[in-house]
C-alpha cells in the first residue's frame, strides 16, 4: 500500500528558532499535499495544501509566512515554523494524494515542542 | 461549505459487542465521498472505510459496515464483534472531488473496548 513518512517524529526547540518537518511520498508520486494540525483531544484541522512546483494554498486564520510549505518534489513537501512560539506547539500530520486517486495517505505525525 | 458532525464526543462497549458511532454532515454537493478513519493511541490516521455517495449499496469492510443514508445526510459506522484493538478515536471525513480534493473532519468519537 501507499506509505507516507515524515522525519522527525518528535523534535524539541527552543522559543525563536526555526524547526522544519518533512514529508515524503515512499512508493507513489504525490502531485498534492496536505498539512493538518491536531491539539490534544480535537480533531485534525487543515493548514494548507500544496502542489508540487506551486505556491501552497493556505487555510483562512493560518499565518503563511509562520508556516512555510514547499513542494519541491513529487515525493517531498516541507513545513517549516519560523520563529516558533510555545504556542506553536502542537502535532502536526501530513497526507500525500497521487493524481490517479482521490484517496488520502497519512504520516504517522510529528510532536513539536517549542520550550 | 461542508460541515460533518458527531454527536457522540466518547463511548465505550464491551468487547464482542456491537457498537454504531453516528455522523452526519451538510452539503449542496450530489458526488462527493465519506470516510471513516481511525486514530489509534499511536496517532498514525488509519482508513477504516469509504463510501462513494453515487453509490447505494452501503459499503463493508469485514467487521466494519456503514449505513449511508443520503437524503438524511447520515453516515453511521457500524463495528461488529469488537476488539480490544478496536480502541481508538475514530473521524468521519467528507470530500469533494473537484481539483484538490481536501477533507473536512468531524470532531471525532473516542470509542473504549471494554474486556
Known amino acids: 500500500g501507499a506509505v507516507v513518512s515524515q522525519h522527525p517524529s518528535w523534535v524539541i526547540c527552543k522559543s525563536g528558532t526555526s524547526v522544519k518537518i518533512e514529508c515524503r511520498s515512499l512508493?507513489?508520486?504525490?502531485?498534492?499535499m496536505f498539512w493538518y494540525r491536531q491539539f490534544p483531544k480535537q480533531s485534525l484541522m487543515l493548514m494548507a495544501t500544496?502542489?508540487?512546483?506551486?505556491?501552497?494554498?493556505?487555510e483562512q486564520g493560518v499565518e503563511k509566512d509562520k508556516f512555510l510549505i514547499n513542494h519541491a518534489s513529487l515525493t517531498l513537501s516541507t513545513l517549516t515554523v519560523t520563529s516558533a512560539h510555545p504556542e506553536d506547539s502542537s502535532f502536526y500530520i501530513c497526507?500525500?494524494?497521487?493524481?490517479?486517486?482521490?484517496?488520502?495517505?497519512f504520516g504517522p505525525g510529528t510532536r513539536l515542542t517549542v520550550t | 461549505a461542508q460541515t460533518v458532525t458527531q454527536s457522540q464526543p466518547e463511548m465505550s462497549v464491551q468487547e464482542a459487542e456491537t457498537v454504531t458511532l453516528s455522523c452526519t454532515y451538510d452539503?449542496?454537493?450530489?458526488?462527493?465521498?465519506l470516510f471513516w478513519y481511525k486514530q489509534p493511541p499511536s496517532r498514525q490516521m488509519i482508513l477504516v472505510i469509504r463510501q462513494e455517495a453515487y453509490k447505494q449499496q452501503n459499503a463493508t469492510e469485514n467487521r466494519f459496515s456503514v449505513n449511508f443514508q443520503k437524503a438524511a445526510k447520515s453516515f453511521s459506522l457500524k463495528i461488529s464483534d469488537s476488539q480490544l484493538g478496536d480502541t481508538a478515536m475514530y473521524f468521519c471525513?467528507?470530500?469533494?472531488?473537484?481539483?484538490?480534493?481536501?477533507?473536512?473532519f468531524g470532531t471525532g468519537t473516542r470509542l473504549t473496548i471494554i474486556p
Open positions: 452539503t449542496s454537493e450530489s458526488n462527493y465521498y
Open positions: 512508493d507513489f508520486q504525490a502531485t498534492t
Open positions: 500544496s502542489n508540487e512546483g506551486s505556491k501552497a494554498t493556505y
Open positions: 471525513a467528507f470530500m469533494k472531488p473537484a481539483g484538490n480534493e481536501k477533507l473536512t
Open positions: 497526507s500525500a494524494q497521487s493524481a490517479l486517486s482521490y484517496e488520502q495517505y
